[in-house]
């Protein structure tokens, strides 16, 4: 199995901050990692396919780039709506494995 | 609008069963895979299973293999996963997503509010 790790476990910043999250595998995934966002009570939400491409309707204030082993999720500008549990997962090979997340709090 | 929708999930004990449901609308069911994400209390997401569109490819984390059971109708729209001999590690809250193809490998893109499972004595 793939270990996901990621960087910091938690973070606290103010709105307006720009937010840098890492997601590390355990071997080369090349660009096969996804980008969640977790939030109490809700349906996860994709935000980022494939390491950098945006889904639909996400804030292009969300941006990911990697490949091989070390991956990035960053928010340019964090909105007070951002704050949440984002969490990476590969889909390289079965199982497709989730990082343990990182926790995004208000400062 | 795509909408999937979780039931089944309740209190049981050790060693019991539960089957879970999952009802998909707004796209068309026959031609996605499907998957079962759970979350731990305080715990990272973990995945368990994926189904095929044609349920040919069945896939299980080996926390499930053995014990739990993907299947599908399409013809009702619905993906189950049935759970024997449950754990306490079990206990968590359990996710159906449909997986979609992108251009690097596939990545879950719409998800449902989730079922609590809790098992207990």
């Known amino acids: 199995d793939i270990q996901m790790t990621q960087s910091p476990s938690s973070l606290s910043a103010s709105v307006g901050d720009r937010v840098t999250i890492t997601c590390r595998a355990g071997q080369s995934i090349s660009r096969y990692l996804n980008w969640y966002q977790l939030k109490p009570g809700k349906a996860p939400k994709l935000l980022i396919n494939a390491a950098s491409s945006l889904q639909g309707g996400v804030p292009s204030r969300f941006s990911g780039s990697g490949t091989g082993t070390d991956f990035t999720l960053i928010i340019s500008s964090l909105q007070p709506e951002d704050f949440a549990i984002y969490s990476c997962q590969q889909s390289f090979s079965i199982p497709h494995t989730f990082g343990p997340g990182t926790k995004v709090e208000i400062k | 609008e795509v909408h999937l929708v979780e039931s089944g999930g309740g209190l049981v004990k050790p060693g019991g069963s539960l089957r879970l449901s999952c009802a998909a609308s707004?796209?068309?069911?026959?031609?996605?895979?499907m998957n079962w994400v759970r979350q731990a209390p305080g715990k990272g997401l973990e995945w368990v299973s994926s189904?095929?569109?044609?349920?040919?490819?069945?896939y299980y984390s080996d926390s499930a293999k053995g014990r739990f059971t993907i299947s599908r109708d399409n013809a009702k729209d619905s993906v189950y996963l049935q759970m024997n001999s449950l754990r306490a590690e079990d206990t968590a809250v359990y996710y159906c997503?449909?997986?979609?193809?992108?251009?690097?490998?596939?990545?879950?893109?719409?998800w449902g509010q989730g079922t609590l499972v809790t098992v207990s004595s």
């Open positions: 707004g796209f068309t069911f026959s031609s996605n895979s």
């Open positions: 189904i095929s569109s044609t349920s040919t490819y069945i």
């Open positions: 997503a449909r997986e979609r193809v992108v251009v690097a490998g596939t990545a879950l893109d719409y």
